[in-house]
């Protein structure tokens, strides 16, 4: 699987928009690129995916370069409740739109810490 | 509509011996992952089971083993415990038929310590 680069940390204030940035320069035409986050003292949770196109859903938007190469995370409004390690993740899909062996295996990195100010 | 549940919540154990993680995937899910995170990294895959057979496993030794009962439920069991096996260890399920646009979803973990 191809790798991904975040930074180690970021800082927000609340009600603010927060833009985590994700670099995947090795990314492949089928990666596709998701982002889950772990509040302390939980498992990560799914927060949304996308392979081209920008994606958005209850809980964020995802925004990705024309080359694909990074992506960037976008919390419209920070809460506290959204201080968490955001990773992001690039999972392999063959042409029948199934992530074949590797469906249960995600290669995390050290993500991104977020933290946000009242 | 329960999610994933993992039992015991923390445990202690010392080294040598041998623990057992237990598992209920999410309601109709029915393929099971395990996962370790050590304290600061993110979570390193350890296997996945489906239709009670491991189907890939990570770069974890023997000592680290799985099983998948026919109602979807799975446990791991490491043997001979290292203090380096202190760890949250996590369980993630997902249905295999829709997996391509299907999220894991991920219990809260259990937490081991080796002393």
């Known amino acids: 699987d191809a790798k991904t680069t975040q930074p180690n940390s970021m800082e927000s204030n609340e009600e603010e928009p927060v833009h985590l940035p994700c670099n995947h320069s090795t990314i492949s035409g089928t990666d596709y690129i998701h982002w889950y986050r772990q509040l302390p003292s939980q498992g990560p949770e799914y927060v949304i995916h996308?392979?081209?196109s920008n994606v958005n859903n209850r809980m964020a938007s995802l925004a990705i370069a024309e080359d694909r190469k990074s992506s960037t995370l976008i919390l419209h409004r920070a809460t506290l409740r959204d201080a968490a390690v955001y990773y992001c993740i690039l999972r392999d899909r063959d042409p029948l739109g199934n992530y074949g062996g590797s469906q249960g295996n995600l290669i995390f990195g050290k993500g991104t810490k977020l933290s946000v100010k009242p | 509509d329960a999610g994933v549940t993992q039992s015991p919540t923390h445990l202690i154990k010392t080294r040598g011996q041998q623990v057992t993680l237990r598992c209920s995937p999410k309601?109709?899910?029915?393929?099971v992952s395990w996962y370790q995170q050590a304290l600061g990294q993110g979570p390193q895959f350890i296997f996945q089971?489906?239709?009670?057979?491991?189907?890939q496993r990570g770069n974890f030794p023997d000592r680290f083993s799985g099983h998948q009962f026919p109602n979807y439920s799975s446990e791991l069991n490491v043997n001979a415990l290292l203090l380096g096996d202190s760890a949250l260890y996590l369980c993630?399920?997902?249905?295999?038929?829709?997996?391509?646009?299907?999220?894991?979803?991920f219990g809260n973990g259990t937490r081991l310590t080796v002393t």
């Open positions: 993630a399920s997902t249905r295999t038929a829709s997996s391509y646009n299907s999220p894991l979803h």
């Open positions: 309601s109709g899910h029915d393929t």
């Open positions: 089971y489906y239709e009670e057979e491991e189907r």
């Open positions: 996308g392979l081209t």
